[in-house]
């Protein structure tokens, strides 16, 4: 059965893990430690680039695990979050969009370099557990976009969204799945990542609603809408 395949944080949602966990947490650390906030997310996002330029792209996403053999402290797995909150962080357009293709009997995935303890409890906070038939993340696969593995875990994969071209449009295009970028203004190069810059979505879209009209008015562009 046709599947499409999203991007999580700030394609869908605005980084619900990163705004309302992650950082607020870490700042606490910072401020008990007496260090000038920001030292340690610095730090940890330092180590992240550069396991990534190493080409250990799992690891550069595994915080807590950079945190405790690092810098020696330990990050827990975030608790249930308010799901007003995350609510609130709902990209405008994903329930439309989602909706649209459920509704077409197309399932759907979800392809994340977050790991899974970063993303399913604000899935869950949202009732989208039910939703995905598929969650994709590097501690599941053992890698990392744009590493096709991670799409490639996806069965009848038809179409990739995401917002960032290193990572989603280059893994999806690795992975032979045409590939959808998400949001306004130029492709800039991803400070992250050390690739080319040749990366061309084969679909660009300002937001959400902007994909769902590209669905709806181009339906020659997605012959598997009409099965």
């Not at 990163?18 to 180590?47: C, D, H, M, N, S």
């Not at 490639?152 to 280059?170: N, Q």
């Not at 990542?193 to 061309?200: I, K, L, Y």
């Amino acid at each position: 059965m046709p599947t499409v395949g999203f991007d999580f944080d700030d394609t869908l949602v605005a980084n619900p893990y990163g705004r309302l966990f992650y950082r607020p947490w870490v700042t606490a650390r910072e401020l008990e430690a007496g260090v000038e906030p920001g030292t340690y997310l610095r730090k940890i996002a330092e180590i992240g680039r550069r396991y990534w330029r190493r080409g250990q792209w799992r690891r550069a996403f595994d915080w807590p695990a950079i945190a405790r053999e690092e810098l020696g402290f330990v990050i827990p797995d975030p608790p249930a979050p308010d799901p007003d909150e995350v609510a609130a962080l709902v990209r405008p357009g994903a329930r439309d969009v989602l909706g649209f293709l459920l509704e077409r009997g197309i399932q759907l995935a979800l392809v994340t370099n977050g790991m899974t303890a970063f993303q399913i409890p604000y899935l869950q906070a949202l009732g989208w557990d039910r939703l995905f038939r598929h969650v994709v993340t590097p501690d599941r696969v053992g890698t990392a976009k744009p590493d096709p593995r991670m799409f490639w875990a996806v069965e009848d994969l038809v179409l990739f969204v995401g917002d960032r071209p290193w990572h989603d449009t280059l893994g999806a295009k690795r992975a032979g799945v045409p590939a959808v970028m998400v949001g306004p203004g130029p492709v800039r190069e991803d400070r992250h990542d050390p690739f080319g810059r040749a990366v061309s979505p084969d679909f660009r879209v300002d937001d959400l609603y902007g994909l769902l009209d590209l669905f709806r008015t181009r339906p020659a562009a997605f012959p598997w809408l009409a099965r």
